[in-house]
């Protein structure tokens, strides 16, 4: 009873506590959000480099080289086209598929049946177990193919032709086919949104052919990439593995790089809270006659604050470090300097 009596009767001693603590408590905050950060820069790092996002990514040189995260609907300036055919439709890729109508054989225990129905890839009727009056053709004359815009630009960035391969999102797609050059119309006949081979498309015949087409339009996407001179080209890490990633939909940089450590949230604003704390403790520490220094207990404060700061820093962002050890001499001088000149002035 006697020991709290003595604490509350000395409110020097109670101030010097909290002012301790409470300067304690901002190095800590800073602590944690600069080791974070640190974190985060030595991901960037292993990636390659800064990642620009939001509103920073936008071409011009403030972008070229870095590593971009840019987010928003494809714009196509050229169509995607299939020549052979004459097909063409605005959007990032065009997919022809090829099927042909086939036999296939079908087991069941231990029997076995055989249909015929359109099949998108070659079957082999020699492994048939009655092979006889069930051949099929063989390879296709025509093969499947996807037909990439050679001009496609997301959030102003132009997509280098590996990247637009990347674009998935397959839809349905009704070509307009009026315009099939004559040596396929002498072959191929409309049926549908298809071409066919069929004499007769209600009833088609082993070997003959059916194309159709889809197309890729996705309504958003997530590039990953590197910009070099407005356009996004493949990413490499410093290790030489390719970290470039096309994706559907609108996402963000965690999404993208899960495993990537992410900045602390609200960064200046717990750096700012930390000065604050410290600026309040010191203050708390210093003698009655100093504390309407302010300039000297911010200057004390700020002391430990940029040395913790610039620990974090070394050896990861030489130029921070070096920044933020200048910082800590400059306001220890000032410190010595207020303090010095309070005792001349007293």
């Not at 010097?16 to 030595?42: C, K, P, S, Y």
């Not at 390719?242 to 994706?247: A, E, G």
Request: hydrophobic fraction near 50%.
């Amino acid at each position: 009873m006697s020991r709290l009596s003595g604490l509350i009767a000395d409110p020097a001693r109670n101030t010097a506590v909290l002012g301790g603590a409470l300067l304690l408590l901002g190095a800590l905050l800073l602590g944690f959000t600069e080791h974070t950060d640190r974190l985060r820069a030595m991901g960037e790092d292993a990636l390659g480099g800064f990642v620009l996002t939001g509103s920073a990514a936008v071409p011009g040189p403030g972008s070229n080289g870095k590593l971009v995260l840019a987010v928003g609907v494809p714009k196509v300036h050229a169509p995607a086209r299939d020549a052979q055919f004459g097909v063409e439709v605005d959007a990032p890729a065009l997919v022809r598929k090829v099927e042909m109508f086939q036999w296939n054989e079908t087991r069941f225990g231990g029997e076995r049946s055989y249909e015929m129905d359109w099949f998108d890839h070659p079957i082999d009727a020699s492994t048939f177990g009655h092979p006889a009056g069930h051949e099929n053709p063989g390879a296709f004359p025509i093969l499947a193919e996807r037909f990439d815009s050679p001009g496609v630009t997301v959030s102003g960035f132009r997509l280098a032709p590996p990247l637009v391969r990347l674009i998935a999102g397959i839809q349905p797609f009704n070509p307009d086919l009026s315009h099939v050059p004559a040596n396929m119309a002498a072959t191929f006949q409309p049926h549908g949104s298809a071409l066919v081979t069929s004499s007769d498309p209600a009833r088609p015949q082993v070997g003959d052919l059916r194309i159709r087409w889809m197309k890729i339009d996705p309504s958003a996407i997530t590039v990953f990439a590197r910009d070099e001179d407005g356009t996004l080209v493949p990413a490499r890490d410093p290790e030489g593995n390719p970290i470039d990633q096309v994706l559907v939909g609108k996402l963000s940089l965690t999404d993208v790089l899960t495993d990537a450590p992410q900045p602390p949230h609200f960064k200046w604003a717990r750096r700012i809270l930390a000065i604050l704390l410290a600026w309040a403790g010191a203050s708390m520490l210093l003698p009655r006659s100093r504390r309407q220094d302010r300039v000297l207990s911010l200057a004390i404060s700020v002391v430990p604050l940029a040395a913790i700061a610039a620990f974090f820093w070394f050896d990861v962002r030489m130029l921070a470090f070096s920044i933020l050890t200048l910082v800590a001499v400059l306001a220890a001088l000032v410190a010595l300097w207020r303090w010095h000149h309070a005792i001349q002035g007293g």
